[in-house]
């Protein structure tokens, strides 16, 4: 089965750092587009930071460059994992923070349709909270 399970949410302070952990299985890990997402209270889903696997390509969202890093690990005896490096952390941030992984990059049709589905992915995580208070 696949299993995307992120981990390393909780409450920090303005100003302070965070680094999530996206742990993967059941998937060919290398070609594959991993996106974090997160939706804060009573907003949508806004796409925070993307990475190829097969190349190192990367996407930040404006909110967040500078500030987070999107990073993996993998290899044959380890568990193949997304990080998320979030640095500087301030209280719109505050959010729940998704995993999702897809073969494709995503980008143009989130820009296109101006939401994101839980369906456009292939794999989604469950999600973990971030709260910066």
């Known amino acids: 089965d696949v299993q995307l399970v992120e981990s390393g949410g909780g409450l920090v302070r303005p100003g302070g750092s965070l680094r999530l952990s996206c742990a993967t299985s059941g998937f060919t890990f290398s070609y594959y587009w991993m996106y974090w997402v997160r939706q804060a209270p009573g907003k949508g889903r806004e796409r925070v930071a993307t990475l190829y696997t097969g190349g190192g390509s990367t996407y930040y969202a404006t909110s967040v460059k500078g500030r987070f890093q999107i990073s993996s690990i993998s290899g044959d005896n380890r568990e193949n994992t997304v990080y998320l490096q979030m640095n500087s952390l301030k209280p719109e941030d505050t959010a729940m923070y998704y995993c999702?992984?897809?073969?494709?990059?995503?980008?143009?049709?989130?820009?296109?349709?101006?939401?994101?589905?839980?369906?456009?992915?292939?794999?989604w995580g469950q999600g973990t909270q971030v709260t910066v208070s």
């Open positions: 999702a992984a897809d073969g494709r990059e995503l980008g143009g049709l989130i820009r296109t349709l101006g939401v994101i589905k839980e369906h456009y992915f292939e794999f």
